[in-house]
């Protein structure tokens, strides 16, 4: 199952009037035309991917719910107005780890690469690298053509990361 022109007309349906009524009405669309596909998308991503450096995994499982969490914002809209998802190394969402996340709305979407619960230590000596060398610790890879970072911290902690991939 592919992305349609009708997937796109959903997102827009939904970012037009977010509502629980129209969701309602659309549940089995929103179903079929866009939460399938993206899992479908990511567990072809995770079959693509399974013998290379950074095998990641991912799917139905990792999805994310399109019904937000409205107890605390003052934005009171019951979706998200998109799908989105992660890959990860053991296929969990809930793991701190590197992760890809995906996402795709009625405009777009990208594809992105970061860090998800990492340890107060690791970020504070991720941060104080980024600090003590403030010149931009990307522009020496990108210059030199190179599709992924390496970052040493501290002589404690490498990252190695692909770069963040925009498309919209």
Known sequence: ???????????????????????????????????????????AATLKLKRSKFPVQGGKQTMFRMNRDVRFSKNKAP??????????????????????????????????????QLETKVVNLIRNQIFEQPKPIFQDRQEAGQSRLRI??????????????RST
């Not at 009524?21 to 399938?36: G, I």
């Not at 998802?85 to 995906?102: F, P, Q, R």
């Not at 040493?152 to 991939?165: E, M, Q």
């Open 1 to 43: 199952m592919k992305f349609t022109e009708k997937s796109f007309d959903l997102l827009k349906g939904l970012k037009k009037d977010n509502s629980k009524t129209w969701f309602d009405v659309h549940r089995d669309e929103v179903r079929e035309s866009l939460q399938e596909p993206f899992a479908e998308m990511l567990e």
């Open 79 to 116: 979706y998200n107005t998109y799908v989105s998802g992660l890959l990860t190394e053991s296929g969990i969402k809930s793991v701190a780890a590197a992760v890809v996340y995906a996402q795709l709305s009625e405009s777009g979407g990208f594809i992105a690469a970061g860090f998800h």
């Open 152 to 165: 040493h911290v501290g002589g404690k902690v490498t990252v190695d990361a692909a770069w963040v991939l």
